[in-house]
């Protein structure tokens, strides 16, 4: 191969390569344009660039609007607000490094069903409704036949260390900073109730529903521990925001 013939193929293949980027540029402008432009075709579920709908079908970029959201502790807020849950602003709690709540609020309603009164964050609480409605409701008409008229919980906030099988970990528990909810069971609207305590372990559909939400719980939440976890958990679904991710 001559010098000549070496310095033009250097050159085709440069010319090449910049065309490939100027096409790429070119594509991803259009794309960002369609996205941004107000009157865009693309639903607001599909569009990673619209703010997150809690009742909206959960698709390939609900996750990215959920994290922006989480991030954002004005567009969790207004989040909450448009599905219609109720989320009473309340001052930051300060108590120390470890303890403590930011974004705090108190819930007591989310899309479709009640809460009795619980102080926590509004990224706990987002994660919540999206399991509420997502998960909960629809399992429990799809298995009981029924709807689920009201969540039961222990608390979120709790100032304290964890606590494991063999005792007090070093470690402080999320819910120092109420970073995760505790769920007992749920109050249907055929007037029965059923808790993890009494119904996890029968036979029949009652138990097939709450493994259901269990499992779908770890859609939303990055830490769930279930009655199969341990007898520390025997009588409820622990729901963490933050974690490495584990569900059991």
């Not at 849950?85 to 490094?97: A, G, H, K, N």
């Not at 809460?115 to 706990?124: A, P």
């Amino acid at each position: 191969m001559t010098k000549r013939t070496g310095r033009r193929r250097i050159m085709h293949l440069a010319a090449s390569f910049f065309s490939i980027i100027v096409f790429l540029f070119l594509v991803g402008s259009s794309g960002y344009l369609l996205l941004s432009h107000p009157k865009t075709p693309l639903p607001d579920h599909w569009n990673p660039l619209r703010d997150l709908t809690v009742t909206a079908p959960v698709t390939l970029v609900t996750k990215f609007q959920l994290n922006r959201a989480l991030a954002d502790e004005a567009q969790c807020r207004a989040t909450l607000s448009e599905a219609g849950v109720t989320f009473s602003r309340m001052e930051d709690l300060v108590i120390d490094q470890n303890c403590g709540i930011s974004g705090r609020g108190e819930l007591s309603g989310l899309v479709s069903t009640r809460v009795r009164g619980v102080e926590t964050r509004c990224t706990t609480a987002l994660r919540l409704a999206m399991w509420e409605h997502h998960v909960v409701q629809p399992a429990a008409r799809d298995v009981l036949g029924t709807d689920v008229r009201a969540l039961r919980h222990l608390g979120s906030y709790n100032c304290r260390r964890m606590r494991t099988a063999q005792g007090q970990d070093g470690r402080w528990s999320s819910h120092a900073t109420a970073d995760s909810v505790d769920i007992a069971g749920v109050d249907l609207a055929d007037g029965r109730t059923l808790s993890l305590l009494q119904d996890w372990n029968a036979t029949g559909p009652d138990a097939a529903f709450l493994r259901r939400i269990g499992q779908g719980a770890c859609d939303w939440f990055r830490v769930v521990l279930s009655p199969n976890f341990n007898r520390l958990h025997a009588d409820h679904f622990h729901l963490q925001g933050p974690g490495w991710g584990y569900c059991r």
